[in-house]
């Protein structure tokens, strides 16, 4: 149970994270792989290091079957005074509208207008398929710890999962292909670098307006060793979520 509640959690903390990065937000957002690389664990740190103006913050525990009650704080990374806290349920049983509701809380928190243009960024490569969400949420939420032993395999088996429920479901695809990534750097076997760009250009071809599936076939192509290639793809990225900071990384 603990373990389920730390993939959701990690999950939904990458997918608000995307949120923020999106156009129409007019923010910029550190990513969670770029604060957990750093070993950013406080407020004080964050605005030390890149100079954050705002925090959000949270907890989450277990309330009965397939439910996870989050607390999020918003914070004055100058101040650590905190602005504003929401509570709110996750409710496995409707993974999709569970993320709406996260993602709606944040924006406000951080006093972000959720314009219908930004909805529509948030939603970008999404599924309407339940099952496809929530094992591509699980999946996201596992690569983040991907130095734990199984995670990735964990992870590629649940975005295969999704994109078994949802074929056309570009954001499972992209998860798919840097699962694969891991796989390689882990294996140096290219059979798995070969299965990741298959997948990330597979996710493009599906939705070529989705900037995390460019960023993260930039980084394929990077590993494969297709530098130009890697730099369009990662342009790209920024083109089109100038607020996120994995592409210029």
Do not use: C
């Amino acid at each position: 149970q603990d373990e389920s509640v730390h993939t959701v959690a990690d999950g939904l903390e990458e997918v608000m994270s995307d949120a923020l990065s999106n156009r129409g937000t007019g923010m910029i957002a550190v990513p969670v792989s770029e604060i957990r690389r750093r070993k950013i664990a406080t407020v004080q740190d964050a605005r030390r290091v890149y100079g954050a103006a705002y925090a959000i913050t949270g907890s989450a525990a277990a309330e009965g079957a397939g439910r996870l009650r989050f607390t999020l704080n918003a914070l004055d990374a100058a101040t650590g005074r905190k602005t504003g806290s929401e509570a709110f349920v996750y409710d496995a049983a409707d993974p999709i509208g569970s993320r709406d509701r996260a993602v709606a809380i944040e924006m406000s928190l951080l006093k972000i207008d959720l314009t219908p243009a930004a909805q529509n960024a948030v939603r970008t490569g999404d599924t309407g398929t339940p099952e496809a969400y929530s094992a591509y949420l699980k999946g996201r939420g596992l690569l983040v710890r991907y130095d734990v032993a199984g995670n990735v395999d964990k992870a590629m088996a649940l975005f295969e999962s999704a994109v078994k429920a949802d074929p056309n479901y570009a954001l499972a695809w992209a998860g798919l292909g840097e699962a694969e990534l891991q796989k390689a750097r882990a294996s140096g076997d290219k059979k798995w670098s070969m299965a990741a760009i298959r997948d990330a250009e597979h996710a493009v071809r599906l939705d070529d307006s989705l900037a995390l599936a460019h960023s993260v076939l930039g980084r394929i192509y990077a590993k494969a060793g297709r530098e130009d290639d890697a730099i369009s793809e990662l342009k790209t990225a920024i083109g089109i979520a100038p607020g996120n900071a994995e592409a210029p990384r």
